[in-house]
């Protein structure tokens, strides 16, 4: 009688028995042996740690810049931030040498300048794992919303639950100006979605062992955990700390006492007023003083300007034009953007303040009815021109964004 060589049941036990050359297999033993497979992939993972090929920092801003356009300035900080973390994690320790401390990065700019973009293209050229967290959704354990530990479950996610690889990666936390408290002082009452999560975040962000649910959620006595050392995780914080010029201000003021310092201080640029942030002004919007210190590296990100925005639009490896442009390709139709269309565009990004993130948001309004129409009719050929784009935007909704 026919019987599964594997664990010897008889073909009427199981539902399912698959003969081979010399033997037999029942449905059971397979799912078992897929189980054992996919941990066997799980614990080697896809990321090659050891092969990591660390660029110079200026071979870093070179990498970016195909990408990100403008942010010289927070690029060449970020260039060597990330070219100190992973020689430091290539250094040999011994006893007697001198431990190179992590630098953790805080990014600070107006929403659509390219905080994120920023951090992404880093893990793109490392091939790190990299994960993105929204900071508004933590909260203390023990309430409702996400614990802190599940920045580090979307980290381990993403490198395939390889633990070494994913302690040696990179996280994003964006919005973190979101989980400030609400002024310069300590909070009175429980602050769990603000003062309470910056709490939480500092052995993260300093280096500790972490007991990590796999699977997220909430921890549960009974929950296999799994153990995480941040000590060699780099922390990339994003924020656009909306008002936080004010503080910039207030500061910068305080320092005008007599007729020389208001001389000195003839010369600040109050368009750009980000350009002179320092930590204290971060302790005056609301970060605690003890997580400032674990994010040493601090820098900005300039609004960005016409000449930028038009840049974005063509300039980039990923630039919003070429990807229309590839999107028609695939439907054999040559697409073109006149100049003054283009120039259009980038009017109504800067009216409207959308920053980057805004152009396609327009570019989408403009391009709908196209991408609806033109698979269909047989053209093989179409031209946006500027009284095209001018025709689409007003009569979509943005009508309504300049009444209001």
Do not use: W
């Not at 020389?260 to 320092?278: F, K, P, V, W």
């Not at 974005?312 to 034009?321: D, F, G, Q």
């Not at 109504?348 to 805004?358: H, P, Q, S």
């Amino acid at each position: 009688m026919d019987k599964c060589s594997f664990c010897g049941r008889i073909k009427d036990e199981v539902d399912l028995l698959i003969a081979g050359m010399d033997g037999h297999i029942c449905d059971r033993c397979i799912e078992q042996a897929h189980s054992i497979v996919q941990e066997e992939f799980k614990s080697k993972g896809t990321f090659d740690m050891k092969g990591i090929v660390l660029m110079k920092p200026k071979q870093i801003k070179e990498f970016l810049d195909s990408y990100v356009i403008g942010q010289d300035h927070a690029k060449k900080i970020l260039s060597v931030a990330v070219y100190n973390h992973y020689k430091r994690l290539g250094q040999k320790v011994e006893d007697d040498e001198t431990e190179i401390e992590k630098s953790n990065i805080i990014l600070v700019g107006p929403t659509g300048t390219g905080k994120t973009l920023l951090a992404r293209t880093i893990a793109k050229m490392l091939h790190v794992p990299f994960t993105i967290v929204d900071a508004t959704v933590l909260t203390e354990a023990g309430y409702v919303g996400e614990d802190i530990e599940s920045l580090l479950t979307r980290l381990l996610q993403a490198a395939d639950y390889n633990i070494e690889a994913a302690e040696r990666g990179i996280v994003f936390i964006d919005e973190i100006d979101k989980i400030a408290r609400k002024g310069d002082n300590p909070s009175i009452t429980r602050d769990v979605s603000g003062e309470g999560v910056q709490q939480g975040l500092l052995k993260l962000l300093e280096g500790a062992v972490v007991n990590v649910p796999p699977q997220g959620g909430r921890k549960h006595p009974e929950q296999k955990m799994i153990a995480v050392n941040t000590k060699n995780i780099l922390f990339i914080c994003g924020g656009a700390f909306d008002g936080i010029e004010r503080k910039i201000a207030q500061r910068m003021n305080t320092k005008v006492v007599g007729y020389s310092a208001i001389e000195g201080t003839a010369h600040i640029d109050r368009e750009n007023l980000m350009q002179y942030i320092a930590p204290m002004d971060l302790k005056a919007f609301g970060l605690i003083p003890e997580i400032i210190g674990r994010l040493p590296v601090l820098t900005y990100l300039d609004p960005l300007d016409p000449d930028a925005l038009r840049r974005i639009l063509t300039e980039p490896k990923n630039a919003i034009v070429k990807q229309y442009i590839k999107l028609f390709e695939l439907d054999s139709i040559n697409l073109k953007f006149e100049e003054n269309a283009l120039d259009y565009i980038v009017n109504i990004a800067v009216e409207f303040k959308l920053g980057a993130r805004g152009l396609r948001s327009i570019c989408e309004t403009i391009m709908t009815d196209a991408m609806f129409e033109m698979p269909s009719n047989g053209h093989k050929q179409f031209t946006i021109t500027g009284e095209y784009a001018r025709s689409k935007v007003e009569n979509a909704g943005m009508k309504l964004l300049k009444a209001s």
